[in-house]
T-cell receptor
């Protein structure tokens, strides 16, 4: 099983550029989410989705957009990259997202914004 | 809203020594509690979880954790650490219907040979 697949693994952007981080899962999970990980800050939730066509904001949504057109895919869009968005990004999924389900994580995307 | 505190940013142990990583949570009802491990360059992997029942929970890789309601704690333990246990460890708390667990800031485990 592939699980949760994130692409790319590494990306360097210039300030103001836009890009999309891809996330796909093959487990038919309803719940998908995006986190960013920064040193000393742990994991902070950016956006999440509880099913196709349904998305909501997390703790740090500014500067990011998401959409969920299929159950499998949950891309994260950076509209105009800023140095403050330099981070490691993780996509995660679970069956229901009811707070008690195990999260499956992708291997991460390391993003640098110059 | 629930919150999680991992008071230790770094922990250093010698290989073969015992390990305890601390986790304190804030939540009114019985929480759902998790420990995840992140190896360098990897995503997070679930070590163990507690929902109800026996307060001592066994996980993968020889880890265990004990839920203590009176202390609002869910500390992770391992009797003998291996060099491959060097990683970042995250405690998380969830509540039914909230959709999203809350993660602590993580504890970095360093293992000396």
């Amino acid at each position: 099983n592939a699980g949760v697949t994130q692409t790319p693994k590494f990306q360097v952007l210039k300030t103001g550029q836009s890009m999309t981080l891809q996330c796909a899962q093959d487990m038919n999970h309803e719940y998908m989410s995006w986190y960013r990980q920064d040193p000393g800050m742990g994991l902070r939730l950016i956006h999440y989705s509880v099913g196709a066509g349904i998305t909501d904001q997390g703790e740090v949504p500014n500067g990011y957009n998401v959409s969920r057109s299929t159950t499998e895919d949950f891309p994260l869009r950076l509209l105009s990259a800023a140095p403050s968005q330099t981070s490691v990004y993780f996509c995660a999924s679970s069956t229901t997202g009811q707070g008690y389900e195990k999260l499956f994580f992708g291997s991460g995307t390391q993003l640098s914004v110059l | 809203a629930q919150s999680v505190t991992q008071p230790d940013i770094h922990i250093t142990v010698s290989e073969g020594a015992s390990l305890e990583l601390r986790c304190n949570y804030s939540y009114g009802a019985t929480p759902y509690l998790f420990w995840y491990v992140q190896s360098p360059g990897q995503g997070l992997q679930l070590l163990l979880k507690y929902f109800s029942g026996d307060t001592l929970v066994q996980g993968i890789k020889g880890f265990e954790a004990e839920f203590k309601r009176s202390q609002s704690s869910f500390n992770l333990r391992k009797p003998s650490v291996h060099w491959s246990d060097a990683a970042e460890y995250f405690c998380a708390v969830g509540e039914g219907g909230s959709y999203i667990p809350t993660f602590g800031r993580g504890t970095s485990l360093i293992v000396h040979p």
